[in-house]
């Protein structure tokens, strides 16, 4: 009987770990790229989780502006750029296939706000 190596969320531990790369690598690459893009030099990007496919070919990238200002401009203009970034990327990373690129916006940080302001109720504050 073969063991299950899936880890959080459904993901073999392979795809967490190839995910956890390019998203360090992803970083490093955006922390530069202002230089690139007139469009996004303004903008710092948070990049909160990368998902890959089970075949490590495809990589759902979770981006968010700092501040959350401007997200679907940012968002539009790295799928624009995608291309030249999984370029930088393929040449940072020792991986068989350079996974394809699909930048979406990351609902994380609004949940987290939307819990924030239903802790800070005042029904909620009495029940604690």
């Not at 956890?20 to 530069?32: D, K, Y």
């Not at 990373?93 to 394809?100: M, V, Y």
């Not at 609902?107 to 029940?127: A, C, G, I, S, W």
């Amino acid at each position: 009987m073969v063991k299950s190596t899936r880890g959080p969320g459904g993901f073999t531990q392979r795809q967490l770990r190839v995910g956890e790369l390019v998203r360090r690598g992803l970083a490093e690459i955006l922390f530069q790229w202002d230089s690139y893009s007139e469009t996004l030099s303004p903008v710092s990007i948070t990049i909160g989780e990368v998902r890959m496919s089970p075949d490590l070919k495809k990589a759902t990238v979770f981006v968010s502006p700092l501040g959350g200002d401007r997200m679907e401009e940012t968002v539009t203009s790295l799928n624009e750029s995608r291309r030249e970034i999984r370029h930088q990327l393929n040449k940072k990373l020792a991986l068989k296939f350079s996974p394809s690129l699909y930048f979406v916006s990351d609902p994380l940080y609004d949940q987290m706000d939307n819990t924030r302001r239903l802790f800070n109720l005042d029904e909620v504050k009495r029940d604690l």
